[in-house]
Every structure is written in structure tokens, then in C-alpha cells.
């Protein structure tokens, strides 16, 4: 015991321990814990007790029931012999008793300071009469000394590795207060190979690493190498991807990313961190402006203590989805840090991706399919390509009993009740066993019952070793949660601390009168208010304190997440994912049949007299000849473009977090195409069985039977039209605008097909009817059928002069077709495109 430190011994169910000032003790239902207790009413890491350097000190850890001393809830206060602590109830929780060490000399007694920071019900104090906001209304805790956060306070026998390139003992270590996980010793020569396989050295039981992932190789020369084995997500040195079987020489102060694992080198030593959820989380002056210089987000700082339960609340305009796709790395702010466990998100999202989930508020899974077949598909995307279907669907059963969704295994996501359904969304984040899991308006839309059964859920995620981040409008079950962050108009910070105590804080008796003040007095200084707070002061003013690990940044194509498996796996995923959410939607298929029939039976309502070929009788010309192509050119052009114009918009949601998980853009955008493709010219096919079947046609084609030339024609414009209605659903921002932008494209194709009046010759029209599927569709089938001196020439004074592109040979059909086709493939390229707003920033290339 050092000279000068008061000797002190706690007691704890007949058993002592002389307390170290050179270390604090860990108090919670942690089995890694100093001391360990299984009464519900104690949160997994509850408080601390050890030696602040003036006196002993006991430390509230964000705890959901409190620390009591004397009867009292406390944040942090001092103690010595004689003090009683209880743990999550003040008259019957859990005790732990203080005294001096048999024969010292007899110490005063310390009991709990007057001063300290109580953490009193609002009940308990009277609410001052708050009128308009100004200096005298804040409700102001009583005065403490400047407290260790939460997310800054030592555990216990800590052993803090060091910064990249920071001396021995510096601040800001990647792994905060946590000992090693396991060692493993290094020998000169040896190569250590890190897997999911069992023959690896080093077996790493996630999910998230490949079978045979990384080598460690111990150099002869001393010197220590780790060699990426073609891994499918990636190994990663201080945040920073290596390439696909590359290799790095390691320094003592490097960290190795694998999975949720990091290593560090000690000399000869391989110490193992495994994040298992004991992380913390802090925004420090975040500050995001938009077009024209306005700041949409001002200045927001706060830390989240680990494995706790926070909810973000404000009125409308006060940034809440801004700062939630700031700490996401969705789009990352202008100024400011985000730091996940002391090391920057921005800098190292690749890497740190993996152990973090978001929810938005839209469901982000197929409601046309079942809870174990959409996880399934999920499962199979975000895992390496290398685990088996058992391993996938025994985490997946993990999940489901995990959230009580096993009784709803075989239901269709559709069937479910919303509370269910966003139960579902939290499944599929959970497969991947995230630390630290955002959700976006989780309860928007629910019964105040279903908006209970949600928010213990997420304190049951948090109880269970998670940080869950909520932001929420709904304010009934506010009091469930750890920490509570209220965002003021503007985008600044109006409150952050206990939910219990915002209400004296801002005066009011309801969280009704805190948004109408927020409201009437838009202009006042909130943030200004806040900072000048006692509150400040107890839970947000040392923010700066923590040191992030410094990291040289990357080139932005080492920035975005490596994709969990090859591109022709997600292809193959995605295409079996869509067939079966099409396969799902009974009136969808059935539509897809219905459509292209009556588009064909329409076409049959002229008379069958009026074939396609040159007419046997008097007459020279068949004028209705044209018309017939013309209505299955728009019935065709109609079909592609309905079939796709909603794909994109109406799983947008999905796709933005399946890019930001490693999705491919190409990939997802090809599974539409094909699948789309197909069905497109199976609709053709449908069409042009129906519209030609009664229709007389010349006895030779171009290159192949007229009747298949001509339905060629159809498909390839069924494809166009079909890319057109997908540049349409990737550019509106609600499906309700596509059907308006259908309708004008399929009118616009009916003028341009230049069948109704004379397109070629006319300086500028024509060149803009280049543009048009139809006019080369109309032009190949035209060409098949020589158009050109079946119908009655424009100007009967030049019956020579006739349109270019229906000229009966093969060239002029071939040039027709390709070039439908090509316009075809520069709307896939715009879509591709148009495609990347709805990603995270780190993944636009």
C-alpha cells in the first residue's frame, strides 16, 4: 500500500479483500468482473470502487436501477470504512460493506458527501416554474467534483496496449481498460494460421472470418509478418485493409483486425482482444454543413458508456437523422470525430463496419418471403462464402430464440404485427453479433403495447451485452433507458444524461411542454443553455479527454468494406432471393401473365384481313400494317417499363444497408436485369404469340422466319423499355411517382415510333426520336416486313422516298436492333449511376 493511501477492506458475503489504490474493482453481473453478483436488479458492469488519488471513491456505471450510499442514489461519491453500497435497489439490493483493515488505527468515517451528485427521482424535487427559457429556469443538480466518465474510467488490472506509434502507456488505446482475451506465443520460424477451420493454430469462432483467413509468420530475423490468406472480409493492420493475400511487417504498437478479434505483438507474444460487445462509443463535435453553408448538425459531443441503452429525442429539424447517419458513417460529418472504442470510424469504417448494425425505420428485409427464408438469403450475403448452410442456420436458430421469433419461424414477414416485423429487422442486424446496434424510429407507427415490447427489447440488447443507440419520437418509455439525448431545433445538444432528470432540467412536467418551448423559442441558445450546465459538467464536459488512436488515412478504395464473398456468389444469391420474392407474390405473377395476353389481344381487334405482308388484292398498300406494329410496339413498351419502373425504389431501404454490409452495386443491379430480363421476353414471346397468330406475313425474313425477326424486334424493345422503368425507380424518391412517369413514357413512344406521321427528313425531330426504343423497334420490324412500300408513302408525289430505316435489308435491320439494345445498356450504366446517392459516402467510387 502506498505512503499516504487509508488502508481499505470490503466485505462481501462473508468474504474480504484488502482493496489496491493502483487499480480499480469491477462491480456487476460480468463473470470477467472483479465481483460478481446475480441479482437481476445489477447491470452487467454496474460501478466501480477504487482510489480517485484524494480518497476511495465508488463510481455509478450508467447502471438501469442505480448505486445507493446511505440511501441515496449516487453517481459517484467518496466512501470508507463504515460505508454501505447497494446495488440496484437502496433497502434490499445487494450489499457490500467498507472497513479498515484488522488492527489499523482507527480512520474516520467517510459516509457520502454532501456534495456529491445524487441522482434523485424527478418526484423528489420540485419543478421551477419555467415561463420562457432563460438563465434563472435550468434546474441544477447539486455541485460535484469533476468526475471520470464512464468510458474513460480504468478496469480493473488493466493492461492498455499501446498506440500506433505512441509511447508505452499513452492514452487513447484501441482496446480502452480491457485485458487481453488469450495470449498465444509466437516462435521464431513458426507460422500461426488463423481460421474458423478447427486445423487452424488460432481457431476464431465467428462467422465473420473465412475458414483459413490470415497467417502470422515469426521471421528468422526477428521479425513478424501477417499474410492475408484470400479472406472474404478482409485483414486488416490499424484499421487499414490489407490486400486480398497480402502481407504487412508488424511493429510492436500495430493492430490486427479478424473478424471481431484484434491482435497485438508484445515482444514474442500474441495477445488476442475479442469484442465481445464491452465497447464504448463517443461523438465528439460533430458539425455537418449542407449547400449554401447552413449547419444542419452544430457542435454535438457525447459519450456512451458500454453495454448501455441511450435514446435520442427532439422535434422535427433538430438533426436526428443527420447525426444518425454521422455515427453510422452513412455520411460521415464535415468536422468532428466518431470513435468506436477510442478508434476513428471514418478512418477505419471497413473494418469496423462488421460489429456494428443500423435498423432504419423501414423494414430492411422481403415481406413477400418467410422469417427463416429472409434471414436465410441475409445470412448468405453478409457471411463469407466459405461457411456451410449448417453453420449459417444454426446462428440464424440462435437469433430466432433469442428474440422469441421461433414460434414465427414459417410466417411470411408480411403476416406478422409491426412490433413483430421490426423484431425481424433486429434479427437479421443480430447475425452478425454487432456491439453496437443503431435503430432509426423503431416504434413509428405502434400501439403504445407494441411500443413497450420494443423498447424492452432493446434493453434487453443492452442487458445482454450490446450499446443500442435509439432515436425515437415516442417518449412513454423513456424512463427504460441509460442515457437520454435530446437534440434541440438547429441541431445542437439541449440535454444528455439520465432520462430521469431531463425533466427538471428543462423545467417542465411534460415532454409536450419541452418541444412546444423548443418551438416558441427556436432562437434561444440551447446548446448555450447545456453547456453552462451543471449537467455538463457531470456527463459530457472531459468528451476531449480520450485520445483517438492515431491512423494514417487510407485511399478512399482501401475505405469501403470488402465484400463477403466473390461477385458471381452475390449474383447467384441475389437472383435466387428475387425469383423467390417474385415467386411469393401470387398477384405479381399472375399480372406479369395477364398484361402482355390482353396487350396482344388488343392488337387482334383489327381485322385479320390486314396482315403484315404486301396485300393480294386491288389494293398496292396495307395501311393497317403499321398500326398493328405500332400497338405492339407500346403494349411491349408498356409491359418492360411496368415490370420494373417500382423494383428499385420499393427496396431501397434494403439495398442502401446491404451496400453499407458489402453488397455489390454491379451484382444487384445485374440480378434485376436478368431476372427482369427474362420475364420481359417472356411477356414478348406471349405478345407476339397472340398479336401474329392471325396475321398474314411475308414468306421470307432477313436472317430468319419474319415471325421470329419481327417478335426479336419486340424483346429487344421490352429490354430497353424494361432499363428505362429502372433509370425511372432509381430516380424518384416515392414509388407514388412512378406510375405518372410510365404513363408519360409509354404516350411518348405512340408519337415517335414513325408510324403516325413523318419522322425522317425533319431536322431535329428525327434526331430526337434517336432517343426512342420505339422508333427502333418499329424500324427492325419494318425492316423485316419492308415497311417501307407496305404502307402508303408520306407524300404520294415521292413514292421512292422512303423512311431510312425501314429499308428491307439485312444491315439496316441489324443496325436497327443494335442500336435498341445499346440504348438499353446506357440505361443500365445510368442506373448503375443513380444507384450510388443511396449508398454510404465511403462506398461511392
Known amino acids: 500500500m502506498g505512503r499516504g493511501v487509508p488502508e481499505l477492506v470490503l466485505e462481501l458475503n462473508g468474504r474480504t479483500w484488502t482493496l489496491d489504490p493502483s487499480r480499480s474493482y469491477t462491480l456487476g453481473r460480468d463473470p470477467q468482473g472483479d465481483l460478481t453478483f446475480e441479482d437481476a436488479r445489477v447491470s452487467w458492469r454496474h460501478a466501480t470502487i477504487g482510489w480517485s488519488g484524494n480518497g476511495w471513491v465508488v463510481e455509478d456505471h450508467g447502471s438501469t436501477n442505480g448505486t445507493y450510499v446511505g440511501g441515496s442514489r449516487v453517481q459517484r461519491t467518496a466512501v470508507g470504512p463504515g460505508t454501505e453500497v447497494r446495488l440496484g435497489n437502496a433497502t434490499d439490493g445487494p450489499s457490500i460493506r467498507l472497513t479498515a483493515p484488522a488492527g489499523a488505527p482507527g480512520q474516520p468515517q467517510v459516509g457520502p458527501a454532501p456534495q456529491a451528485a445524487l441522482h434523485r427521482a424527478p418526484a423528489q424535487q420540485a419543478a421551477p416554474s419555467y415561463g420562457a427559457p432563460g438563465p434563472q429556469a435550468p434546474y441544477q443538480p447539486p455541485a460535484a467534483p469533476a468526475p471520470q466518465h464512464p468510458w474513460q474510467q480504468p478496469g480493473p488490472a488493466a493492461k492498455v496496449p499501446h498506440q500506433q506509434g505512441a509511447p508505452a502507456g499513452a492514452g487513447g488505446a484501441v482496446h480502452g481498460d480491457r485485458s487481453p482475451t488469450t495470449f498465444h506465443q509466437l516462435a521464431l520460424g513458426r507460422v500461426m494460421r488463423i481460421g474458423r477451420a478447427l486445423e487452424n493454430e488460432l481457431v476464431v469462432s465467428d462467422l465473420q472470418v473465412s475458414r483459413h483467413h490470415a497467417e502470422f509468420h515469426a521471421t528468422p530475423d526477428g521479425r513478424f509478418e501477417i499474410r492475408d490468406l484470400g479472406s472474404h472480409n478482409g485483414t486488416y493492420v490499424n484499421g487499414q485493409q490489407l490486400h486480398k493475400s497480402g502481407s504487412a511487417f508488424l511493429g510492436p504498437n500495430d493492430i490486427v483486425g479478424v473478424g471481431h478479434s484484434t491482435f497485438r505483438l508484445v515482444g514474442d507474444r500474441l495477445e488476442e482482444f475479442v469484442d465481445t460487445g464491452e465497447v464504448t462509443f463517443s461523438a465528439r463535435h460533430l458539425t455537418v454543413t449542407v449547400d449554401g453553408g447552413k449547419q444542419i448538425l452544430k457542435d454535438v459531443s457525447f459519450g456512451v458508456p458500454e453495454k448501455s441503452l441511450v435514446a435520442v429525442i427532439g422535434p422535427s429539424g433538430s438533426g436526428k437523422s443527420t447525426l444518425l447517419k454521422a455515427l453510422t458513417g452513412y455520411r460521415p460529418a464535415d468536422q468532428g470525430d466518431v470513435l468506436y472504442d477510442n478508434r476513428d470510424l471514418y478512418k477505419q469504417f471497413a473494418e469496423l463496419r462488421q460489429r456494428i448494425g443500423l435498423v432504419p425505420q423501414d423494414d430492411i428485409l422481403h415481406k413477400e418471403l418467410t422469417v427463416t427464408k429472409a434471414l436465410k438469403y441475409a445470412a448468405k450475403l453478409r457471411f463469407p462464402a466459405d461457411t456451410t448452410a449448417a453453420e449459417r442456420q444454426s446462428r440464424i436458430q440462435e437469433v430466432l430464440v433469442e428474440l422469441k421469433l421461433d414460434i414465427h419461424k414459417d410466417k411470411k414477414v408480411t403476416s406478422l404485427s409491426g412490433g413483430q416485423r421490426k423484431r425481424v429487422s433486429v434479427a437479421l442486424e443480430l447475425l452478425t453479433k ?293 433509370v425511372i425507380s432509381s430516380l424518384v424518391r416515392t414509388a407514388e411517382k412512378t406510375m405518372p412517369l410510365l404513363v408519360m413514357f409509354a404516350i411518348v413512344q405512340v408519337v415517335f415510333t414513325g408510324v403516325l406521321f413523318q419522322i425522317y427528313d425533319s431536322p431535329g425531330l428525327e434526331q430526337f426520336a434517336w432517343l426512342m426504343p420505339s422508333r427502333w423497334a418499329v424500324a427492325a420490324a419494318g425492316a423485316t416486313l419492308d415497311l417501307g412500300h407496305l404502307m402508303p408513302p408520306w407524300e404520294p408525289d415521292h413514292p421512292t422516298d422512303l423512311d431510312p430505316l425501314w429499308e428491307h435489308t439485312v444491315g439496316v435491320w441489324a443496325t436497327d436492333l443494335t442500336v435498341l439494345v445499346a440504348l438499353g445498356v446506357i440505361c443500365c450504366f445510368v442506373v448503375a449511376r443513380l444507384l450510388r446517392r443511396h449508398e454510404p459516402e465511403v462506398m461511392r467510387k
Not at 423513456?478 to 445542437?492: E, N, Q, T
Request: hydrophobic share 45%.
Open 434 to 726: 454487432p456491439s453496437l446496434i443503431f435503430l432509426d424510429e423503431p416504434t413509428s407507427g405502434l400501439d403504445p403495447g407494441m411500443d413497450r415490447d420494443v423498447m424492452q427489447l432493446l434493453r434487453g440488447l443492452a442487458d445482454d451485452g450490446r450499446t443500442v443507440l435509439v432515436v425515437t419520437h415516442s417518449v412513454a418509455e423513456l424512463a427504460i433507458c441509460d442515457k437520454l439525448l435530446v437534440m434541440a431545433p438547429g441541431g445542437s445538444v439541449a440535454y444528455f444524461g439520465p432520462p430521469e432528470e431531463a425533466l427538471n432540467f428543462f423545467g417542465y412536467s411534460t415532454w409536450a411542454d419541452v418541444f412546444s418551448a423548443f418551438e416558441n423559442y427556436r432562437d434561444y441558445d440551447w446548446a448555450g443553455r447545456w453547456r453552462g450546465s451543471q449537467h455538463y459538467q457531470l456527463y459530457a464536459a472531459d468528451i476531449d479527454a480520450v485520445a483517438a488512436q492515431p491512423v494514417n488515412t487510407a485511399p478512399p478504395q482501401q475505405l469501403r468494406p470488402p465484400k463477403p464473398q466473390g461477385w458471381t456468389t452475390q449474383l447467384w444469391t441475389l437472383i435466387r432471393r428475387y425469383v423467390s420474392v417474385i415467386a411469393s407474390d401470387k398477384g405479381f405473377l399472375g399480372l406479369m401473365v395477364v398484361l402482355p395476353a390482353v396487350l396482344g389481344v388488343v392488337s387482334v381487334v383489327i381485322p385479320a384481313n390486314y396482315g403484315l405482308a404486301a396485300p393480294t388484292g386491288s389494293a398496292k398498300f396495307n395501311g393497317k400494317a403499321g398500326t398493328i406494329l405500332l400497338i405492339l410496339a407500346v403494349g411491349m413498351c408498356f409491359s418492360g417499363a411496368a415490370n420494373s419502373v417500382r423494383e428499385l425504389i420499393k427496396e431501397r431501404v434494403i439495398y442502401e444497408r446491404e451496400r453499407a454490409t458489402g453488397l455489390s452495386r454491379s451484382a444487384y443491379l445485374m440480378s434485376k436485369v436478368i431476372v427482369l430480363g427474362v420475364i420481359t421476353a417472356l411477356q414478348g414471346v406471349i405478345i407476339c404469340a397472340i398479336g401474329l397468330s392471325t396475321r398474314q406475313l411475308p414468306a421470307e425474313g432477313l436472317v430468319m422466319p419474319p415471325a421470329a425477326e419481327v417478335c426479336l424486334a419486340i424483346i429487344a424493345l421490352g429490354f430497353t423499355s424494361m432499363m428505362v422503368g429502372l
